[in-house]
């Protein structure tokens, strides 16, 4: 690789990088409408369950499926306070690591990162550990999701119980 494809090369790493720290920092401090802005009007959000990695939606059980009108839906009421398991909010804190771009078509960015939620409530300490795959959309405005899939390393969700925010 030469130098000026190299740089370009970690110039896209390190936005990526930042684009997903800044997603995370939104999470965390549940600022749902803000996080939903980054999605592309077509997105999809998706989270097999954790039997089944690898599931496909179309054919099989996920534990979110949504594409972005019913992301709107879960954002609304996870900030109504009609959804009971996140009222009061959960804190949270989020780690992402390991942050991988791979080579992608002029305008799309498909990228990885591992990462560890910490759900603290009622005096509990909860993780949720796993990877994100991300599509990317390059706008020139900036990046905007066109689709994120988390897989969850655990093999059941116990003793977290339930999956009531957004990973």
Known sequence: MTGAAEDARLL????????????????????????????????RYVVPGT?????????????????????GWRVKRLLSGHAHREFPWSRTRRIVSNVLVEDSPPGRIFAGASFVVWRFRHRHADPFIGHADYDLVDDGAGLRIAAKRITIDQESLSPNGALSMIL
């Open 12 to 43: 896209r790493q390190l936005r990526v990088a930042d684009f997903l720290s800044r997603e995370a920092k939104l999470l965390d401090e549940w600022r749902l409408e803000e996080w939903l802005a980054l999605f592309t009007d077509d997105a």
């Open 51 to 71: 039997d089944d990695p690898q599931a496909d939606p179309s054919r099989s059980l996920v534990l979110v499926d949504d594409d972005r009108e019913r992301l």
